[in-house]
């Protein structure tokens, strides 16, 4: 992901903190419910078995409360799940607004830099890089300028590609390729710090 995508991430994780906890608070309160409720029932199963063995009371009560305390896991597993895709969204927003101009990213620069990226990648002398519809001109403008410092034959790709913002890069039998898209380096940072990015929003909850 590039550092000016991070700190977009950044920025959104530090807005998305509050809402991340209203989703935890939510589902640590169902969670809490669905355990008293087992203690009750368990409660009720021990005074109802009085006269069968203290012992065969006892399991049946354990087994629901075990069955109660793996639903409000579930729960909250959910939750935190569902403040991961919030911040996702979020994130994908505010990457579409500065493939668009706005916000305080250039996008330009971006472009530069992921195609700079994908020729140290691809290591070849031809490469073809491909893009968005609208943004053909800033790539055939960023591609002659970087092929002239580099020494490497830049070629717009006839193919478009459907994306937030970013590139596709491939050498000249195809045999490899550089993706440098929005939403496949975001994917990519998801993944590699879900735990990180957790951590930060809800405080090691």
């Known amino acids: 992901m590039s550092e000016g995508a991070e700190v977009i991430v950044d920025a959104i994780l530090s807005m998305a903190k509050k809402r991340a906890e209203e989703i935890i608070e939510e589902a640590k309160k169902e969670a809490e419910r669905i355990i008293e409720e087992a203690r009750k029932e368990a409660e009720r199963i021990i005074t109802a078995k009085r006269e069968k063995a203290e012992r065969e009371a006892m399991e049946e009560a354990m087994r629901r409360k075990s069955v109660a305390e793996i639903e409000a896991k579930k729960i909250i597993m959910g939750a935190k799940k569902d ?25 330009e620069e971006v472009l530069e830099r992921y195609i700079r990226e994908g020729i140290d990648v691809l290591g070849s002398k031809i490469v073809y890089v491909a893009c968005r519809d609208k943004d053909r001109e800033i790539v055939r403008r960023i591609s002659e300028k970087v092929s002239k410092e580099t020494g490497v034959d830049i070629r717009l790709d006839d193919r478009n590609i459907q994306s937030l913002g970013g590139v596709v890069m491939r050498n000249e039998d195809d045999s490899i390729r550089f993706y440098g898209t929005f939403e496949g380096r975001l994917r990519d940072y998801f993944d590699r710090n879900q735990r990180k990015i957790l951590d930060i929003i809800l405080g090691g909850s």
């Open 83 to 107: 403040a991961l895709k919030e911040i996702e969204a979020k994130v994908e927003e505010e990457l579409a607004k500065i493939s668009e101009g706005i916000g305080e990213i250039n996008y």
